[in-house]
């Protein structure tokens, strides 16, 4: 949804907020009953003979129909466990002096960021574009845009977390960044130092990230993480762009454990080492781009812009990489 108004397309506000909201009630429902099968929660059963015992029925359903309704929580912000949401319903509602300036901090972080966002419009809005880029123009075209988008992400994240902040259910109610505690969306620092695509991966949407962990990929057998992210394409819409997108961050993710483990047994010297994070830096950053800009551009004519650009060679150098590696492991064993 953030493409829309990035690239100014008409978009019906009311659609964006429905569709957003819907993806996230299903990742409460989802957890939840993860959460009933995995024996954390303990759903009371009822038999319903009168009118009093429908009641009570109704009494005990009270608690989860609140947390799947629960109103900040459908305008977005990191998933929240049932676990979590009951204990800070059932706890101190009071709010310390450390949220407001936690608030005040994320909002000069959102002001920082839509400062930086207007100047990567800029940038873009005067670059050729995917469609008339010639060469070596198409990575710079490719690292602004995926930039813009990556920026309006970590704004619109961030906000996301000021709103469950400010309903009492931030990090600084002293609950660790657990499995059942409070797991922010972002860590911009993480993000754009990260050197590695399974990192990347792990900490993009961090609270989403760990939702499709547990829901699918540790529910697989066989192909665990091209299922995760070809449900991950098929939640966010099955789009063109967005069916490409993931699979070949699937790709990528695969081909990114290997590569990292032949280097860190290959690589002894503190240069060579210090040389090759600096290089896997820059070239994860660049397959990251590429990734988003499949996933955002959605549409055929976008993928197919993307597809002939000269930026192509980044994913296809991993894909060729990671058949070698696949080769040389079969070999081993």
């Excluded at 499709?212 to 091209?226: A, D, G, K, N, T």
């Excluded at 950053?285 to 192509?312: D, F, P, T």
């Amino acid at each position: 949804m953030q493409n829309a108004f990035i690239l100014r397309k008409k978009i019906s506000f009311r659609f964006c907020i429905t569709l957003s909201s819907l993806m996230l009630l299903t990742q409460r429902v989802t957890s939840l009953s993860l959460d009933i099968c995995e024996g954390k929660v303990e759903v009371a059963t009822v038999g319903i003979r009168s009118r009093s015992s429908l009641f009570e029925y109704l009494h005990k359903a009270l608690p989860y129909f609140s947390y799947l309704l629960f109103f900040p929580a459908l305008l977005g912000g990191p998933l929240c466990s049932f676990q979590r949401f009951e204990a800070h319903v059932q706890g101190s509602s009071s709010l310390c002096g450390c949220c407001f300036w936690g608030l005040i901090w994320r909002g000069l972080q959102i002001l920082g960021l839509e400062c930086l966002k207007v100047v990567l419009r800029g940038v873009v809005s005067a670059g050729a574009g995917l469609t008339n880029c010639q060469q070596l123009e198409c990575v710079y075209v490719l690292w602004s845009t995926a930039g813009l988008f990556k920026v309006a992400y970590y704004a619109q994240w961030i906000l996301d977390d000021c709103l469950l902040h400010a309903a009492g259910f931030g990090s600084e109610s002293g609950q660790s960044t657990d499995e059942e505690g409070y797991v922010p969306d972002v860590d911009i620092w993480t993000l754009e130092t990260s050197h590695r695509v399974s990192l990347f991966t792990r900490k993009w949407n961090q609270s989403t990230a760990r939702w499709l962990r547990r829901l699918v990929f540790q529910q697989s057998r066989e192909w665990p993480r091209v299922q995760t992210f070809a449900f991950s394409a098929w939640w966010h819409g099955l789009h063109p762009g967005q069916v490409f997108g993931f699979l070949c961050w699937a790709v990528m993710v695969e081909a990114d454990h290997l590569i990292h483990a032949f280097a860190s047994s290959s690589i002894r010297s503190w240069p060579m080492r210090l040389l090759y994070r600096a290089l896997s830096w820059a070239y994860t950053q660049l397959l990251v781009a590429y990734i988003l800009l499949a996933v955002e551009g959605r549409s055929l004519s976008s993928l197919w812009s993307l597809c002939n650009s000269y930026s192509s060679a980044f994913p296809v150098v991993y894909c060729i990489l990671l058949f070698l590696l696949m080769k040389r492991k079969h070999k081993v064993e």
